[in-house]
């Protein structure tokens, strides 16, 4: 399984950035696809995953800012930031797993693959 994290770049406060995930290697679609991120100095924390049936999860920090979604057909994996806020500024991964339980898919810990992340920088 490869992921592939790509759409990092520096914006100011309130602007927008579409994240995108390629993954190869999986049959992507039987697999529960999340974003994480990870601040200067902090712990990796859970932004949003979607499940095989297209079931959204978001953390309440990002909840009404991102949206997540999946084209199976090109086995791809989006996140779409609006009203960025310099907060959100971190390294982006995106995580696959085929045997996460619903309980897990809102803990980062729990994803078995992971892609090489993309900054996302926001400036005030």
């Known amino acids: 399984v490869q992921l592939q994290a790509s759409g990092g770049g520096e914006v100011q406060t309130g602007g927008s950035l579409r994240l995108s995930c390629v993954g190869s290697?999986?049959?992507?679609?039987?697999?529960?696809m999340s974003w994480s991120r990870q601040a200067p100095g902090k712990e990796r924390e859970f932004v949003a995953a979607v499940s095989r049936s297209r079931h959204v999860y978001y953390a309440d920090s990002v909840k009404d800012r991102f949206t997540i979604s999946r084209d199976n057909a090109k086995s791809t994996m989006y996140l779409q930031m609006n009203s960025l806020k310099p907060e959100d500024t971190a390294v982006y991964y995106c995580?696959?797993?085929?045997?996460?339980?619903?309980?897990?898919?809102?803990?980062?810990?729990?994803?078995?693959?992971w892609g090489q992340g993309t900054l996302v920088t926001v400036s005030s």
């Open positions: 290697g999986l049959t992507f679609s039987r697999y529960v």
């Open positions: 995580a696959a797993d085929d045997r996460i339980i619903t309980s897990q898919y809102m803990q980062s810990d729990a994803y078995d693959h």
